[in-house]
């Protein structure tokens, strides 16, 4: 995909072409949001803004017809563009972005039109068992309805903020590919969650337990999980290993609940112990 990135970064008009079009077909929507975010992260926020616009056209209809995740998406990439550009670390763009999906959870903006209830009409009338379900839940004096919408808003805000970020990380390695061959694997590599930023994010989490805003807590360990997968590969690149290991890794990752809280455990050691300073300085 480089090639079509350097096409891409040729001009304004390709950049924009290239995000508008890619975000009027669907489930190409991350391509769009990385195209803005390449463009951001080369030339900043102001000369972006006709890809970011241009993006924002199509992935706004979209949200009309009901799918919000393309447009917010976009929103959050561009956030975490602007503040990597600024700052140069993905622990601060990763922080930000979780506030602000945490706030698109809260307002209500991933739930389907009309809200969750419907939804579990239609759900307890397909199914029997769904219904007796719902009914033991209520008689237990659960809000179902409620529940259901934290649920539906927290797993939709969960798939946008990891979709951002990858985005983000395909913009960055065209970034490194096109004026920086290496950088992105050094960075990536070398990304580490700071103990400021760590307190940072208990206390976004204790907050939105305390203020009831559990979205605030269900995100606020997004940023931990990334400095751990970061971790992995890191190690990994370090100790020589063969590309089948990150292979494995991620399978493992994706089916199995027990090794995200590993690389949890792991990302959060880390940020003490330094694994690989420490694994670096040895050899």
Not at 26 to 48: D, M
Not at 91 to 104: N, R
Request: charged letters at 10%.
């Amino acid at each position: 995909m480089l090639p079509l990135a350097r096409w891409v970064m040729r001009g304004t008009p390709q950049a924009a072409g290239a995000a508008a079009l890619a975000a009027i077909v669907p489930w190409l929507f991350w391509f769009s949001a990385a195209v803005a975010a390449l463009v951001t992260l080369r030339r900043g926020l102001g000369p972006a803004m006709p890809v970011i616009v241009a993006a924002a056209l199509p992935t706004g209809w979209w949200w009309m017809q009901g799918d919000t995740i393309p447009l917010a998406s976009l929103l959050l990439v561009t956030l975490m563009a602007t503040v990597l550009r600024a700052r140069m670390r993905w622990s601060e763009a990763m922080i930000a972005a979780t506030l602000i999906a945490a706030a698109m959870i809260q307002l209500g903006i991933f739930l389907p039109p009309g809200g969750a209830g419907p939804l579990l009409e239609q759900l307890s009338q397909s199914s029997p068992e769904i219904e007796r379900m719902l009914d033991t839940l209520t008689a237990q004096g659960v809000a179902t309805e409620q529940l259901a919408t934290l649920l539906i808003g927290g797993v939709t805000g969960l798939v946008v903020l990891l979709a951002a970020i990858a985005c983000l990380a395909l913009a960055r390695s065209w970034q490194a590919g096109l004026y920086n061959p290496g950088g992105f694997r050094g960075e990536f590599h070398g990304l580490r969650l700071g103990g400021k930023e760590l307190a940072v994010l208990a206390g976004l989490a204790l907050l939105g337990m305390a203020l009831s805003m559990p979205a605030l807590a269900m995100l606020a360990w997004v940023p931990l999980l990334v400095g751990g997968v970061a971790l992995v590969h890191g190690f990994i690149g370090l100790k020589g290993m063969n590309g089948l290991w990150l292979v494995a890794f991620y399978v493992l990752l994706l089916t199995t609940w027990p090794m995200i809280l590993i690389v949890l455990l792991l990302g959060f050691i880390d940020t003490f112990a330094d694994f690989r300073g420490r694994l670096a300085r040895s050899q």
